[in-house]
């Protein structure tokens, strides 16, 4: 969670709220082959949606694209079945705060305080994941 550093904000106890419940990717995936071990480099595209907003009042959500890259490993341990684990890097870019619920708007500390001011309209979002998982390879695939 990044905190906005604009007057008002802080004092009044907000703060902005950078999530998103999904990411999606489309990769391809080239590597070295030694016995039943692959290691492997792999890129490609991304989706996700981010959701962004001032802790106290709704998210706003933009489903976002970007890119994707990584590497791993896959093991054959057995007869059509895999195990691999991998690291992927996601930079899903900037996405934009377009409403006053959104981290391009920071409310007054009190009733006495300096108007809201504009702050960071725009949040730029990035994941990187470790990854596991096991694989059944149908006859003939």
């Known amino acids: 969670m990044f905190t906005s550093g604009a007057l008002g904000a802080t004092s009044a106890g907000l703060s902005c709220e950078t999530k998103s419940d999904w990411i999606a990717t489309i990769r391809a995936r080239a590597g070295y082959?030694?016995?039943r071990v692959l290691f492997y480099a792999t890129g490609g595209g991304a989706a996700g949606n981010v959701q962004t907003?001032?802790?106290t009042l709704s998210l706003q959500s933009n489903t976002e694209y970007g890119w994707t890259a990584g590497a791993g490993i896959e093991w054959?341990?057995?007869?059509?079945?895999?195990?691999?684990v991998e690291y992927l890097y996601v930079d899903l870019g900037n996405s934009t705060c377009n409403n006053s619920a959104?981290?391009?708007f920071?409310?007054?500390?009190?009733?006495?305080?300096?108007?809201?001011?504009?702050a960071n309209d725009s949040v730029k979002f990035t994941e990187s994941m470790i990854r596991a998982g096991v694989n059944f390879k149908f006859n003939g695939w």
Request: glycine share 10%.
């Open 106 to 118: 920071d409310a007054p500390a009190g009733p006495n305080a300096t108007p809201a001011i504009a």
């Open 76 to 84: 054959a341990f057995a007869d059509n079945w895999t195990a691999k």
């Open 102 to 104: 959104s981290c391009g």
């Open 53 to 55: 907003g001032l802790n």
């Open 33 to 35: 082959a030694a016995d």
